[in-house]
């Protein structure tokens, strides 16, 4: 069974740093992974993915030069280092792994999906 599991997550204050881990058990997975995340009343939106190599990754506009995307396949585990945290980052942060075809900018297009970190930024 394949799962997905998040944390790091937590409550830290404006210009602090957190750093979100994605563990993966079940199988070894060679796919693009992402990060997106949901904040009350909004939908979930894409933050940053990462290749099966790691070799190419991206990010959406808000978080470049902030957040940093990388993964460990040995360890089957994916990071986000967000720093220079904003209240405006608030929303509990997910982690999925993207199928074979589509874009990696859109949720539809993954296949798994953790359960979520709450990321808290206090002004």
Do not use: H
Request: hydrophobic share 30%; net charge positive.
């Amino acid at each position: 069974q394949v799962q997905l599991v998040e944390s790091g997550g937590g409550l830290v204050q404006a210009g602090g740093s957190l750093r979100l881990s994605c563990t993966a058990s079940g199988r070894t997975f060679t796919s693009t992974m992402g990060w997106f995340r949901q904040a009350p009343g909004k939908e979930r939106e894409f933050v940053a993915a990462i290749s099966w190599n790691g070799d190419g990754t991206d990010y959406v506009d808000s978080v470049k030069g902030r957040f940093t995307i990388s993964r460990d396949n040995p360890k089957n585990t994916m990071y986000l280092q967000m720093n220079s945290l904003k209240p405006e980052d608030t929303a509990v942060y997910y982690c999925g792994v993207k199928r074979e075809s589509g874009s990696y900018y859109y949720r539809q297009f993954y296949g798994y999906w953790g359960q979520g970190t709450q990321v808290t930024v206090s002004s």
